[in-house]
């Protein structure tokens, strides 16, 4: 269940601080050591947790391509409606020129265009003179025609251009439904065999894998502190940031779910965009366009508000909230929750502001 929302900003805001710190205290702090077990138990639950990380960025990994693979859907059934309007136009001027070259044909047809032989007609005129007035008249009349005919080519072959590229344009569509149709098998795929795993423990054996999960997050957590001094630690938000982690504290408890993006249920990236639109900047929608178009910092220049993108993939990104921590819509299953910055492998960060 989603837990409720803060009453108060500055409270709430606190809390955040509060939490990052003990997420990154001192050994003190620190999950209780697991108790000595049999290495064959030990390395079990080792390998056990391994396995249940990777499926769960595995299925994060999915969650990425299917926003990719839905944003694409959006873009192309837009690009298909705007082909259709251009086809419908093109059409039109095809059917007008169609019936104005024909019109000519049969003015031609019908001897109103005889003027072809000037010496013949000047000779059956009753008013020579009034005939060779007319010529210059004919002759643009014959113009007319020939541009006429010329236009009419034209509009048929981007009437041909038009529905060539509506037939690639729908291919690309039904490539992108099926992409994302793939994603959600996977994701509900990896989510399944993860949940197989947790329940083939004992209440014991879950307990002490959980503590061992939050003992790895906590070594992790504290290399990673290891090479941040304590005032590039303790840098606070400014500007349009202090509106970007407000909007991200207020969605704590929230659901994650692939393709989301609020307001009940984020994924990782719906989330940073979301936070950032709060702030009146708009942001790319997935983590791979966000590490590939936003402006990249150094990590020892990191400042609350950026986005920190994780895994090799630039399949997950966070929004950084100051004293080592993140908020993040962590994981299909998972709900938006504060988290120890360093616990995963980091790829780098990005500023959006």
Known sequence: MPRSRPRRRKSVLF???????????????????????????????????????????????????????????????????????????????????????????????????????????????QDPGAYLAQIPLAQQASTSAAAALQQLQQAQATLAADGNAATTELAALTRSQAEAAAAVSEIKGKLAAAKALLASLSAADLTELQTMQAQTALAAQMAWRGTLTAAELGRRATGASRAAIAYAVAQIGKPYLWGGVGPSSFDCSGLTMRAWQAAGVDIPRTSETQWADLPHVPVSDLQPGDLIIYFHDASHVALYVGDGAIIEAPHPGGVVELAAAGSMPILGVVRPS
């Open 15 to 125: 809390a955040v601080s509060a939490l990052a710190l003990s997420v990154v205290g001192t050994t003190a702090a620190a999950p209780p050591a697991i108790a000595a077990q049999p290495a064959s138990a030990s390395s079990r639950l080792a390998e056990l947790q391994g396995e249940i990380a990777t499926l769960y960025q595995q299925a994060e990994s999915a969650s990425a391509r299917y926003d990719e693979a839905t944003q694409a859907v959006t873009a192309q059934e837009a690009q298909i409606v705007a082909i259709a309007r251009q086809i419908v136009a093109a059409q039109d001027k095809v059917d007008t020129l169609t019936s104005l070259v024909g019109q000519f044909a049969e003015s031609q047809y019908s001897g109103l265009s005889a003027f072809s032989d000037p010496t013949l007609q000047a000779l059956l005129a």
